[in-house]
């Protein structure tokens, strides 16, 4: 089933924001540690995944404008007030835990090599090992982020289904249309674009800075039309 590691992986994050938030009496400073923690590893991951890229011209270029056209649009503040949206509809005691949980949540889950891999392994093979392995790691992420940003993170679900469905759908005919060169060559440079923007996503947890992460999203477009550009000019 072509859809079956995407559903897991949703499902798992659901689960573990609902049991999150049956053990949201977490002490406080247990919390920050263990927020300190989860940054920090982020972190160690965003780096990892920036190293990877071949030319990392690109990365630099595709950031750039990708927070161009981000700032332009200002993705984060509309992210924001969906955020807001979903509170207002569900409820919080704690003023922005809903719209900060979800932002956070959906860009660490969304965000990465293993959603794109995972999604396009499923689709193009059958193969749904990558995605088994993703929703255990975000399942527990999601259990200690609903524990100190709240139950907004549950509401991340959505994006990743919704994200890794669409790849998972497309690659069963990717074969056809994109060859494997160019596709090897795009998710090298997109792992290395979005490992940047989970390392900014790392300082963010460890409260060492407050970077709009969102608006830089548009970088994964722009690597996907230089990568294919430079692809057929030396083609």
Request: charge should be neutral; proline fraction near 2%; charged fraction near 10%.
């Amino acid at each position: 089933m072509v859809l079956l590691g995407t559903i897991v992986n949703g499902a798992c994050i659901a689960a573990g924001s609902f049991l999150g938030k049956l053990l949201h009496r977490i002490p406080e400073r247990m919390k920050a540690t263990v927020m300190y923690a989860i940054g920090l590893s982020v972190i160690v991951l965003g780096l990892q995944m920036g190293l990877k890229s071949n030319n990392f011209l690109i990365v630099i270029v595709s950031l750039v404008f990708g927070a161009v056209i981000g700032e332009a649009l200002a993705i984060e503040d509309k992210l924001n007030l969906l955020g807001n949206w979903l509170e207002r509809k569900v409820g919080s005691e704690e003023k922005g835990s809903i719209a900060e949980g979800f932002i956070t949540a959906t860009l660490v889950f969304v965000i990465g090599a293993m959603a794109i891999l995972g999604a396009l392994d499923s689709g193009i093979r059958g193969n749904n090992n990558i995605l088994f392995t993703k929703s255990i790691i975000d399942g527990f992420t999601a259990l200690i982020l609903t524990t100190t940003l709240g139950f907004g993170v549950v509401f991340s679900a959505i994006p990743v289904i919704l994200y890794e469905g669409i790849i998972a759908l497309c690659a069963t005919q990717i074969n056809h249309f994109v060859p494997k060169e160019l596709m090897n060559s795009f998710i090298t440079e997109m792992t290395a674009t979005g490992g940047i923007m989970i390392f900014a996503i790392g300082l963010n947890i460890a409260g060492i800075t407050k970077i709009r992460v969102a608006n830089f999203l548009p970088g994964i477009a722009v690597v996907t039309a230089i990568v294919t550009i430079l692809y057929f000019v030396h083609f």
